[in-house]
C-alpha cells in the first residue's frame, strides 16, 4: 500500500514535469479565470464546428441551429439571459472592442462560425435593431432569463422561418432548403413550426412515396411499375415516359429535385429517352423489389448526385437535407458513409481531443471550457435539457478525482 502511495506521488510529478516541458500549457495547479478560455482553444474548436457541422458536405440548418444554441447557453445552465450575451458577445461578436454590436460585425460572426448565409443574418440583425443601429453591448446583460429549449429556440425559429417565408427564399435559401428537418422531423413541437407550410415535404418524405405497392404484398412489381409509369408518367400516352416527363412528376407531385429525378431516369431509361415496359424488365426481377429497399435504393441515388457535384449542396434541397436524413434514418447505408465525419457527435469527438497533452485546449481553463461544450451538445441531442455548470465541473477535477484517473490509467 505505501509502494502504491508512493507510485502515485512519483508519477504526479512526472505529468507535471512533462507539461512543464510542453510550455507548462497543462498545469493541474493552477486555474486561470474562466473568462480566459485561449485563443488557441477558440481557433481549434472552431475548425472542429467547421469540419463537422458548418461546411461543405456536413452543413446543415439544424446543425447551424443547435451549434448556435450550444453557443449562446454560455454557463451551461439551460436557461438563456443577459450574463451569457455578456460574455459571448464581447469576446466572439465585437470585433473592434468598442462596446457595440453592429451590423457588420453580427454577419460576419453567424456567417463565419455558424454557417449561416448572409441574407439571413441581415435580416436576423434586423429583427434586434429596428433602425439599424449598433447595439450597446452593455445593454445585452438586461435580457431576461429564457428557457434554452423552449423559448429561445422558438424565437431562433420563429425568425428563421420569417426570413424564409419571404419572396422565393423558401426555394433559394440554403438555410431555407433545410427548414423542414427542423420543424417535421427535430423540432415540430416548436410553436414556431406552427407557421411552417405543411406541403413542403422533407427528404424522408419524398423518396418514401416515390413508389407505391398498390397490391400490399410488400413487393413493387414489374406490372405496378408499368401501371404506374403508363398511368401517371407518359402523359403524351405514346407509350415512352421520355426525360422531360419523367422528371416533371417527380418535380411537381414527390418534390424531388430535377437533379436527382434525372439521375435516375438515366438508370432506368436505355438510353433512347423511352422508358417502357421493356426497360422495366431488364432492371426489376420477375419476382419484384421489396418496398423497403426504395427508400434506400433512392437515398443511394440522392448521395451519388450530390457527390458527384458538391456545390449542390448549396442550391438544391434534396442535397440540402442529405446528411440530416443519412444520419437519422439511413445510418447503415453504404453511400451514406460519405456523413461518417458529420454532426454533433463528431464535432464532441474533435473537440474532446483537444484536451490531450499536446492539444490547443490543453490548459485547465480551456480543458473546463471543451468539458463544458461537450454538455452543451448533450443539451442539444438529448430529449431534456439537463444544467451542468462550471461549479458542477469543479466539483469532479479535485485532487481524489486525479489520483483516480491516475490509478485507471496504470493498473493500480
Known sequence: MVVDKLFMMQMSVVV?????VAGARCDFNVLPPQDAISDECVVAMETCAAKHVTTGRCKTTMGSLQLNLIRVDVDNNCQVNGSDFAAEVPRFYDIDNDGELCRNEWIARR??????STTLTDFEFNDFSQSGACLKTSDLALIPDMD?????????VVRLINFCNQGDNMKTNRDCLGLPTICKEKRPELDACRQFDPSIKTLKQKIDVVFIDVDGDGLVSQQELDNDFTTNYDTDRDGCVTQVEWTGRWEAVFGISGEVATYVYVFFDGGNNCLNRTDIDLIVPP???????FPDILITDVVTVCEKKPDLYETNADCAQAVDTCLTYFPENEACSAYAQCGLNRYTECISGLTSLWGDCCSKTDSIEVELEGRRVRNQVAPACEPYTIEDIMACLNLQNFFRKMSGWFGY
Open 148 to 156: 434554452l429549449r423552449s423559448v429561445y429556440s422558438n424565437n431562433a
Open 287 to 293: 419476382t419484384g423489389i421489396p418496398t423497403t429497399m
Open 16 to 20: 507535471l514535469l512533462i507539461c512543464f
Open 111 to 116: 456567417t463565419r462560425y455558424f454557417g449561416f
